[in-house]
Nanobody
Framework: QVQLVESGGGLVQAGGSLRLSCAAS????????MGWFRRAPGKEREFVGA????????YYRDSVKGRFTISRDNAKNTVYLQMNSLKPEDTAVYYC????????????????????WGQGTQVIVSS
């Protein structure tokens, strides 16, 4: 069955960095776009960024552009979220998700276009 397992979260001071990983199994990872989302306390889940199946295209929400980078290693079935210059407002539970088959040649910010989700990893940024 499809499984997505995030890791790498933790507590970091503002200005610091973290790298999240999402290990995928149960499907042909190299054929699917992958996304990262987050949910801050008291807020709805929001799009962070996504990467095309080939790794050649990425897209980010404005507030993380220039600070966050998504990459993937299709040989390791893993997608990464490198987070630099972290801010307290980045505090959230971060989720990776698999894009559905409509995302073959495009990326999406919509949660309903992602069909499997990990359990999330907590990121806390202290000021």
């Amino acid at each position: 069955q499809v499984q997505l397992v995030e890791s790498g979260g933790g507590l970091v001071q503002a200005g610091g960095s973290l790298r999240l990983s999402c290990a995928a199994s149960g499907f042909t990872f190299s054929l699917y776009a992958m996304g990262w989302f987050r949910r801050a306390p008291g807020k709805e889940r929001e799009f962070v960024g996504a990467i095309r199946w080939s790794g050649d295209t990425t897209y980010y929400r404005d507030s993380v552009k220039g600070r966050f980078t998504i990459s993937r290693d299709n040989a390791k079935n893993t997608v990464y979220l490198q987070m630099n210059s972290l801010k307290p407002e980045d505090t959230a539970v971060y989720y990776c998700a698999r894009g559905n088959r409509r995302l073959l040649n495009r990326l999406s910010v919509r949660t309903d276009e992602y069909d499997y989700w990990g359990q999330g990893t907590q990121v806390i940024v202290s000021s």
